[in-house]
C-alpha cells in the first residue's frame, strides 16, 4: 500500500448528562423537606467537529460538505480520509508483525520476499517447470492439461470453486467463471490504453517464449505473430472482463449468472468434469477447436447449469470471444501459459521498482490465501480487536433488540412475513474479531524454493485445505468458511446470506475505529454493525431464510409492498451524480443503499433513545442528535479522485461516500428539524421519505 497522508483527529470528550445526578441536602425540619431538583444538562456553544464544517454551505443543499467543508478546502484530492486512514495505520502495524515474526513459516516467506529480484525470464521458467503445461494435440489434451492446473487450484476459462450449495445446503464443487488475477482486473479496466494492455500481455507472452523456445523469438516474422497472438489473448481476456462488468449487451441478472452461479437456483456440482471429459481424448470429442467442441469441452455435463444461463451462451458465441483466443491448439497452448504466468504476476519482483514491492506481495499472500495468512498475524490482529470485542458484541445485541422492536410494528409487513423475519433475525449469528482457535489445515513451504515457487505451491495447498469441506452441511462449517475465505486484516465487516451470519473484523473494533472514551464515534461505528445486519433483509438477503437456504419466505402483498419501497429508494439515488456528468446507479447500488438505510435507523434509534433515558431533553437532546449526524458524516470523509470515482462507478456496488451522508440522512425526519431544512437541493417532502425497516 502507498503511503498516504494521515490525518490527525483531534477526538474531543462526550458531553456527559448529569441528569442522574442530584444534590442532597438535609433539614432537621420535618414541615419543609427539601426536595432536589435534577440538573439541566448545559448545551455546548459549539460542535465537537467544528473545524471540519463549512457553515457557509447549507445544509439542505449538501449535509455532506455542511459537516465536513472545511476540511475538504485544507486537504488534496486522494487523502484517504477517515476509515482508510486507519485501515493504512493497522495494515502497516500487521505488515510488521509478519516481518518480525519467529514463526518458521513467516521467516521463510520473508527471506523470499527480501531476496534479490530474480529476472521476470527466471521466474517464468520456475512457473512453466513447476506447472509442467504439456502442449495440447486435441481437445481430449486440452482438458487434461486443464484439470491439471485446476488440481493446483489455477482455473483457467471456467473454475472449480468450493463453495456453498443451496438446495443441500453443503460445502461442494461449483462451476463458475474462470477467476482472474486483480492484475488482470487493473489491466482492462479503464486506467489503461489498448496500447499498454497489449504491453503487459506481449511482456509476458515473450518471457514466455525467451523461456521455452529461444529460436522462435529470432524467427523471421515473429514481431508480426506475436501481436495476432496478443490480440487474441487481449479479446478473450476483455470479453471476460466486459462479461463481468455488464459490458457489451450482456444484462445484469446474465452478468450475476455468470460471475457467481450461487445466485442462480439451479446448480451442479463440479466434479472433475474437465478430467472426465479428458477420458474421451480418443472418441467422441473432435480434435478439430470448432464453436461445437468448445461448448463440448468447457460444458461441466450434460443439462448443467450453463444450458440455462444466457450469460453462457452469450460468452461462448459473441464474435471474437473464445473462439478467437482458443482457435487453434497453438492459442490453447499460449492461453494456458500466459494465464498460469498471469496468476502469480504479483509475485514477480521484477515488475516492482525497487522499495515498493514488499506490501504488494503481502496484500497478494493474503489474496491467495487468506486463510494462511490469518494463520500468520492471528497474534497481532486478536490484539487488536481485544479491547472492543465485548462492547461490539453488547451493541449487536442492543441492535438486535431495536430491529426486533421496529419489525413488530411495522405495518407493511403481513403477520405470516413478519414472524418469518422475526425468527430470521433471531436465527442470525454474530462473529466478532478472531477466533481463539483457527480451522484446522497446515501449510509446508520447500526450503529451496523462490518466491513464485511458494506462490504456487501455497495456492495448490490452499485448494487441497478447502477441499476438505466437500460434503459437509455448513451449519457445521460456518467458523470454518469464514477462515478459509476472508482476510481477517482488512477494516471490514460483512453479512453471510448464506449462513444467516455477521461477521465483525478486528480493525472495525480497535481503539481507533471503535473507541471506548468517544460515545458518539462507537454509536456511528454502530452504523455499520447494523448495515451489515440489515443485509440479512435487503433486496438480495431477503431471498434466503433464516437458515441461509435460497428459499422464498414472503407473502405475495407483502413482496409487492417491498418492491415498491426498492423502486424509490433506486429514484432517490439516481437523481444523485457519481461523478460530475455521470448520473448514480441507484441499481447497481440498492443492497447497499439499503443496508445504509437500515444501519443509519437502527443505530440512531438506539443512540437517541440512550440519551432519552439518560435524561436528556430539549435544546440538550437535540445537540446530541446533531453531534450524531455530523459524526456519521465524518466516518465516510475522503477525497477520492475524479478516476477512483470514475473507477468506483464501475466496479464498486456502494455509493460514493457524499451519496452515502446525502441522501441517507433526508429519510429522516428528525434531520430536517435539526437543522432547520425545509428547501435546498437534497429536500424531500414527508411523502417521498422512503421507509423501510
Given at each position: 500500500?502507498?503511503?498516504?497522508?494521515?490525518?490527525?483527529?483531534?477526538?474531543?470528550?462526550?458531553?456527559?448528562?448529569?441528569?442522574?445526578?442530584?444534590?442532597?441536602?438535609?433539614?432537621?425540619?420535618?414541615?419543609?423537606?427539601?426536595?432536589?431538583?435534577?440538573?439541566?444538562?448545559?448545551?455546548?456553544?459549539?460542535?465537537?467537529?467544528?473545524?471540519?464544517?463549512?457553515?457557509?454551505?447549507?445544509?439542505?443543499?449538501?449535509?455532506?460538505?455542511?459537516?465536513?467543508?472545511?476540511?475538504?478546502?485544507?486537504?488534496?484530492?486522494?487523502?484517504?480520509?477517515?476509515?482508510?486512514?486507519?485501515?493504512?495505520?493497522?495494515?502497516?502495524?500487521?505488515?510488521?508483525?509478519?516481518?518480525?515474526?519467529?514463526?518458521?513459516?513467516?521467516?521463510?516467506?520473508?527471506?523470499?520476499?527480501?531476496?534479490?529480484?530474480?529476472?521476470?525470464?527466471?521466474?517464468?521458467?520456475?512457473?512453466?517447470?513447476?506447472?509442467?503445461?504439456?502442449?495440447?494435440?486435441?481437445?481430449?489434451?486440452?482438458?487434461?492439461?486443464?484439470?491439471?492446473?485446476?488440481?493446483?487450484?489455477?482455473?483457467?476459462?471456467?473454475?472449480?470453486?468450493?463453495?456453498?450449495?443451496?438446495?443441500?445446503?453443503?460445502?461442494?464443487?461449483?462451476?463458475?467463471?474462470?477467476?482472474?488475477?486483480?492484475?488482470?482486473?487493473?489491466?482492462?479496466?479503464?486506467?489503461?490504453?489498448?496500447?499498454?494492455?497489449?504491453?503487459?500481455?506481449?511482456?509476458?507472452?515473450?518471457?514466455?517464449?525467451?523461456?521455452?523456445?529461444?529460436?522462435?523469438?529470432?524467427?523471421?516474422?515473429?514481431?508480426?505473430?506475436?501481436?495476432?497472438?496478443?490480440?487474441?489473448?487481449?479479446?478473450?481476456?476483455?470479453?471476460?472482463?466486459?462479461?463481468?462488468?455488464?459490458?457489451?449487451?450482456?444484462?445484469?441478472?446474465?452478468?450475476?449468472?455468470?460471475?457467481?452461479?450461487?445466485?442462480?437456483?439451479?446448480?451442479?456440482?463440479?466434479?472433475?468434469?474437465?478430467?472426465?471429459?479428458?477420458?474421451?481424448?480418443?472418441?467422441?470429442?473432435?480434435?478439430?477447436?470448432?464453436?461445437?467442441?468448445?461448448?463440448?469441452?468447457?460444458?461441466?455435463?450434460?443439462?448443467?447449469?450453463?444450458?440455462?444461463?444466457?450469460?453462457?451462451?452469450k460468452y461462448m458465441e459473441q464474435k471474437g470471444g473464445i473462439t478467437t483466443v482458443l482457435?487453434?491448439?497453438?492459442?490453447?497452448?499460449?492461453?494456458?501459459?500466459?494465464?498460469?504466468?498471469?496468476?502469480?504476476?504479483?509475485?514477480?519482483?521484477?515488475?516492482?521498482?525497487?522499495?515498493?514491492?514488499?506490501?504488494?506481495?503481502?496484500?497478494?499472500?493474503?489474496?491467495?490465501?487468506?486463510?494462511?495468512?490469518?494463520?500468520?498475524?492471528?497474534?497481532?490482529?486478536?490484539?487488536?480487536?481485544?479491547?472492543?470485542?465485548d462492547r461490539c458484541l453488547t451493541m449487536l445485541e442492543k441492535l438486535r433488540t431495536v430491529?426486533?422492536?421496529?419489525?413488530?410494528?411495522?405495518?407493511?409487513?403481513?403477520?405470516?412475513?413478519?414472524?418469518?423475519?422475526?425468527?430470521?433475525?433471531?436465527?442470525?449469528?454474530?462473529?466478532?474479531?478472531?477466533?481463539?482457535?483457527?480451522?484446522?489445515?497446515?501449510?509446508?513451504?520447500?526450503?529451496?524454493?523462490?518466491?513464485?515457487?511458494?506462490?504456487?505451491?501455497?495456492?495448490?495447498?490452499?485448494?487441497?485445505?478447502?477441499?476438505?469441506?466437500?460434503?459437509?452441511?455448513?451449519?457445521?462449517?460456518?467458523?470454518?468458511?469464514?477462515?478459509?475465505?476472508?482476510?481477517?486484516?482488512?477494516?471490514?465487516?460483512?453479512?453471510?446470506?448464506?449462513?444467516?451470519?455477521?461477521?465483525?473484523?478486528?480493525?472495525?473494533?480497535?481503539?481507533?475505529?471503535?473507541?471506548?472514551?468517544?460515545?458518539?464515534?462507537?454509536?456511528?461505528?454502530?452504523?455499520?454493525?447494523?448495515?451489515?445486519?440489515?443485509?440479512?433483509?435487503?433486496?438480495?438477503?431477503?431471498?434466503?431464510?433464516?437458515?441461509?437456504?435460497?428459499?422464498?419466505?414472503?407473502?405475495?402483498?407483502?413482496?409487492?409492498?417491498?418492491?415498491?419501497?426498492?423502486?424509490?429508494?433506486?429514484?432517490?439515488?439516481?437523481?444523485?451524480?457519481?461523478?460530475?456528468?455521470?448520473?448514480?446507479?441507484?441499481?447497481?447500488?440498492?443492497?447497499?443503499?439499503?443496508?445504509?438505510?437500515?444501519?443509519?435507523?437502527?443505530?440512531?434509534?438506539?443512540?437517541?433513545?440512550?440519551?432519552?433515558?439518560?435524561?436528556?431533553?430539549?435544546?440538550?437532546?437535540?445537540?446530541?442528535?446533531?453531534?450524531?449526524?455530523?459524526?456519521?458524516?465524518?466516518?465516510?470523509?475522503?477525497?477520492?479522485?475524479?478516476?477512483?470515482?470514475?473507477?468506483?462507478?464501475?466496479?464498486?456496488?456502494?455509493?460514493?461516500?457524499?451519496?452515502?451522508?446525502?441522501?441517507?440522512?433526508?429519510?429522516?425526519?428528525?434531520?430536517?428539524?435539526?437543522?432547520?431544512?425545509?428547501?435546498?437541493?437534497?429536500?424531500?417532502?414527508?411523502?417521498?421519505?422512503?421507509?423501510?425497516?
Open positions: 500500500m502507498k503511503t498516504r497522508k494521515i490525518m490527525q483527529w483531534v477526538l474531543a470528550a462526550t458531553l456527559i448528562s448529569g441528569a442522574s445526578v442530584f444534590t442532597s441536602c438535609v433539614d432537621n425540619s420535618t414541615d419543609n423537606p427539601v426536595v432536589p431538583e435534577p440538573v439541566v444538562p448545559a448545551v455546548p456553544d459549539h460542535f465537537i467537529n467544528e473545524a471540519l464544517m463549512d457553515k457557509t454551505v447549507k445544509p439542505g443543499d449538501d449535509f455532506y460538505m455542511y459537516a465536513l467543508g472545511t476540511w475538504f478546502n485544507s486537504h488534496k484530492e486522494g487523502d484517504p480520509g477517515y476509515m482508510k486512514s486507519y485501515n493504512a495505520i493497522n495494515t502497516n502495524e500487521v505488515e510488521k508483525s509478519l516481518f518480525a515474526s519467529d514463526n518458521p513459516l513467516a521467516r521463510h516467506l520473508v527471506r523470499n520476499i527480501e531476496a534479490p529480484a530474480p529476472s521476470l525470464n527466471e521466474d517464468v521458467k520456475a512457473v512453466l517447470d513447476y506447472l509442467d503445461i504439456q502442449k495440447p494435440t486435441g481437445i481430449g489434451m486440452l482438458l487434461t492439461e486443464i484439470g491439471k492446473l485446476q488440481d493446483k487450484g489455477l482455473n483457467p476459462i471456467f473454475s472449480k470453486k468450493v463453495d456453498i450449495h443451496m438446495q443441500s445446503h453443503s460445502c461442494q464443487e461449483i462451476v463458475s467463471r474462470g477467476i482472474q488475477t486483480q492484475l488482470v482486473e487493473a489491466l482492462l479496466g479503464n486506467k489503461m490504453t489498448d496500447l499498454l494492455k497489449s504491453s503487459y500481455i506481449k511482456n509476458i507472452l515473450t518471457a514466455i517464449d525467451n523461456v521455452a523456445d529461444p529460436e522462435r523469438t529470432k524467427a523471421a516474422g515473429y514481431e508480426a505473430e506475436l501481436e495476432e497472438r496478443v490480440s487474441a489473448i487481449l479479446a478473450e481476456e476483455q470479453l471476460i472482463y466486459a462479461t463481468a462488468h455488464g459490458g457489451g449487451d450482456t444484462s445484469d441478472s446474465d452478468r450475476q449468472g455468470l460471475w457467481n452461479v450461487r445466485d442462480i437456483p439451479e446448480y451442479t456440482e463440479a466434479g472433475s468434469f474437465a478430467r472426465s471429459r479428458a477420458t474421451r481424448a480418443g472418441g467422441g470429442v473432435e480434435d478439430e477447436v470448432t464453436q461445437e467442441t468448445l461448448w463440448e469441452a468447457f460444458h461441466p455435463m450434460a443439462g448443467a447449469i450453463f444450458d440455462e444461463s444466457p450469460a453462457f451462451k482457435k487453434t491448439m497453438d492459442n490453447c497452448y499460449d492461453y494456458l501459459r500466459y494465464y498460469a504466468v498471469m496468476s502469480v504476476f504479483n509475485y514477480m519482483k521484477a515488475n516492482y521498482a525497487e522499495g515498493d514491492a514488499k506490501s504488494i506481495i503481502v496484500a497478494a499472500l493474503k489474496q491467495t490465501s487468506p486463510f494462511l495468512m490469518n494463520k500468520l498475524n492471528a497474534d497481532v490482529l486478536r490484539k487488536m480487536g481485544q479491547a472492543g470485542a430491529f426486533r422492536q421496529r419489525i413488530e410494528t411495522l405495518d407493511w409487513l403481513s403477520d405470516a412475513t413478519r414472524q418469518e423475519a422475526l425468527k430470521k433475525l433471531e436465527a442470525m449469528q454474530f462473529f466478532v474479531g478472531v477466533p481463539d482457535n483457527l480451522s484446522e489445515g497446515e501449510f509446508t513451504l520447500d526450503e529451496g524454493n523462490t518466491l513464485v515457487e511458494d506462490a504456487l505451491s501455497i495456492i495448490a495447498q490452499n485448494e487441497a485445505i478447502r477441499h476438505n469441506m466437500c460434503g459437509k452441511q455448513i451449519e457445521q462449517q460456518i467458523r470454518t468458511f469464514i477462515d478459509y475465505e476472508i482476510d481477517y486484516s482488512v477494516l471490514n465487516a460483512f453479512y453471510g446470506s448464506e449462513m444467516n451470519c455477521l461477521v465483525i473484523l478486528p480493525q472495525f473494533i480497535s481503539e481507533g475505529m471503535f473507541p471506548a472514551d468517544d460515545e458518539y464515534t462507537q454509536y456511528v461505528v454502530a452504523t455499520v454493525f447494523a448495515h451489515e445486519m440489515t443485509h440479512g433483509f435487503d433486496a438480495r438477503g431477503a431471498k434466503y431464510d433464516k437458515q441461509g437456504y435460497l428459499t422464498d419466505w414472503w407473502s405475495s402483498e407483502s413482496q409487492a409492498k417491498f418492491e415498491a419501497k426498492q423502486q424509490e429508494m433506486i429514484a432517490l439515488y439516481n437523481r444523485m451524480e457519481a461523478y460530475p456528468g455521470q448520473p448514480a446507479d441507484g441499481k447497481k447500488t440498492l443492497a447497499e443503499n439499503m443496508a445504509d438505510y437500515g444501519g443509519m435507523t437502527l443505530a440512531y434509534s438506539l443512540f437517541k433513545q440512550k440519551k432519552m433515558d439518560e435524561g436528556l431533553q430539549g435544546a440538550a437532546l437535540d445537540y446530541a442528535c446533531q453531534e450524531f449526524f455530523l459524526h456519521y458524516a465524518k466516518l465516510w470523509l475522503g477525497y477520492p479522485t475524479l478516476d477512483q470515482k470514475k473507477s468506483l462507478y464501475l466496479t464498486d456496488v456502494h455509493s460514493i461516500p457524499q451519496n452515502r451522508v446525502n441522501v441517507i440522512v433526508t429519510l429522516f425526519d428528525d434531520w430536517y428539524r435539526l437543522f432547520n431544512v425545509t428547501d435546498g437541493k437534497l429536500y424531500l417532502a414527508p411523502e417521498k421519505r422512503v421507509q423501510i425497516w
